[in-house]
Structure formats: structure tokens, C-alpha cells
């Protein structure tokens, strides 16, 4: 039995993971004015970071074409009993309606495609498609493979730190956080996902102070089955975090990511965070 992962750009997935697991990545697409560019492959992230901070007017985003997934799904299911395609929150992006339109046009009887909202993004989206990875290379069939999906997606949490959250009001993507807009440059906000959307944890007020919290955030969700830092723009920051959590990590260690295009256009400079699989109760 072989089972395809397929996933999207925003799961920010470090290209070494990505070969090493066989994963598919669907890019999304971002646009500065007239100029348009497929997430992770036209554009590298240092470069979106540049033009993030001098350009005047913010980026824009669109999800992949319904024949973008088509054409993935095509290629992949002459080779494999089945696909598993998982995905960003279908309340931050529409991939997900792509993706589904794109498994009906390939496969009518929808047996063979299974597309999956996890209500994530960016690094647990990320984890969860590795769970789901190592599912299908364990010889999981169609229904383990998605089971597993399902039971990783009740394990994952995100938190991030922003330095403003400029660009998620320009984005529109600030969902329940909009309750920290009044103190926006007096806070380091903290945010996370609930039902798919963006939702406030806590407000800190310096840089120093959110960090300590994060990490106190992710030692309360200890033990972990997988864990994961990312950043936009501050590498040795993050490699600074990534030590400090270590002794919480299983022993595949911490994965370190850039925030890609995508996401960062709603993140912003200055960003990181933290996502994890929790290990299973009892």
C-alpha cells in the first residue's frame, strides 16, 4: 500500500524534511503589485523579508489553482493506491477549496483522494504532515493515514510572537486577536490558533518577557512527540530558543524553520514561534 502526503507552502516544512519524507508541497502564491510569485519557489524568503520592509504597500496572497491540485493529483495517483492531502485553516486561506474542487476532478468517487482542513498553519500544519508521513511509510493504508492526521491535529498547538500586528490587521487575518489592537505598540503579542483562526494568549510587554513566556507555555504542554521553532528574520534568536527547549524535545530534536512567504506576509518581521505534537494521554 502506498499513500502520497501532499500538503502546501504554508506548512513552511524545511526543504531537507520535505525530500527526506517524500512530501508534495502545493505552493501558494504572493504578489507585490504586478509581480506574482509561487511561494518557496520564485521567490526566496530573504528576499521576501527585503522587500516586505521597504515596499509601501503590503503583499498580497492567493491560494493555488483548483488545476494546480489537479494536475499534483494526477501525476501522483498513477503511481499510488491513494493521497492525503492536508492543509492550512480554511478560515485563513481558500487552498483548502482548491484542493477538494482538484481531488473531485481526478477522483469523482473520492476514494482515492482524502483532503483534510487541520484549522492550523505554518509549523504545527508542518508537524502534522509528518505524522502523517510516517504513518504512510509505516505501511498505513488510506484510512491510517488520515486517522493518524485526525489524531495529530488533537495533539498540535502553535504560539507565536509578533512584534506588531500591523501586518495581520492589514492582512485581515487577525481574527479573535483583535482585542490586542488598542495596545499595539506598547505589547510583544502572543497568539495562537483556535477553530482555525488567529486567537490572543497574552500581551507582554517586552521582547525578553514573551520569549520567557513561550518557553513556559511549551513546558506546561510537555511531554512532546515533535517540536518545532520558526522565525522571518531573526536566525539567531531563534537558534538561542531552539537550545533552550531542547531538553523538551523527543529525540529527533527541535526543528528549526523560516517562516515562508505566505505566512510571513500576515507575521510580519520579527516574528517567531513555537509548535508541538503533545504525546498521547495515558
Do not use: C, W
Request: no cysteine.
Amino acid at each position: 500500500m502506498s499513500i502520497a502526503i501532499v500538503t502546501d507552502s504554508t506548512s513552511d516544512l524545511p526543504k531537507d524534511v520535505v525530500e527526506k519524507h517524500g512530501i508534495i508541497v502545493v505552493p501558494l502564491n504572493v504578489r507585490f503589485g504586478m509581480e506574482e510569485f509561487k511561494d518557496g519557489i520564485d521567490i526566496d524568503n530573504d528576499e521576501f523579508y527585503r522587500r516586505l520592509q521597504i515596499e509601501s504597500d503590503l503583499p498580497t496572497t492567493s491560494q493555488p489553482s483548483l488545476g494546480d491540485f489537479s494536475e499534483v493529483y494526477r501525476s501522483l495517483i498513477e503511481e499510488h493506491d491513494g493521497i492525503v492531502s492536508i492543509h492550512i485553516s480554511g478560515k485563513l486561506s481558500q487552498t483548502i477549496n482548491s484542493a477538494t474542487q482538484g481531488a473531485r476532478d481526478v477522483d469523482v468517487d473520492g476514494e482515492k483522494i482524502k483532503t483534510i482542513d487541520t484549522g492550523q498553519a505554518t509549523i504545527p500544519l508542518g508537524l502534522i504532515v509528518i505524522e502523517a508521513a510516517n504513518a504512510a511509510a509505516s505501511g498505513a493504508d488510506l484510512a491510517g493515514v488520515v486517522e493518524a492526521v485526525h489524531d495529530a491535529m488533537g495533539r498540535a498547538r502553535f504560539y507565536g510572537m509578533v512584534d506588531t500586528l500591523e501586518y495581520l490587521v492589514k492582512g485581515g487575518r487577525i481574527g479573535r486577536a483583535k482585542g490586542f489592537i488598542g495596545g499595539l505598540l506598547k505589547v510583544t503579542p502572543i497568539i495562537t490558533l483556535e477553530d482555525g483562526e488567529s486567537s490572543p494568549v497574552t500581551s507582554p510587554r517586552t521582547r525578553r518577557k514573551a520569549l520567557a513566556k513561550l518557553k513556559e507555555l511549551v513546558e506546561e504542554a510537555a511531554p512532546l512527540d515533535q517540536l518545532a521553532v520558526h522565525y522571518s528574520t531573526e536566525p539567531e534568536e531563534i537558534e538561542r530558543l531552539a537550545a533552550d527547549l531542547a531538553h523538551l524535545a523527543p529525540k529527533s530534536g527541535v526543528m528549526i524553520s523560516q517562516i515562508g512567504a505566505v505566512v510571513g506576509t500576515y507575521a510580519g518581521p520579527g516574528s517567531l514561534g513555537v509548535g508541538f505534537i503533545r504525546k498521547k494521554s495515558g
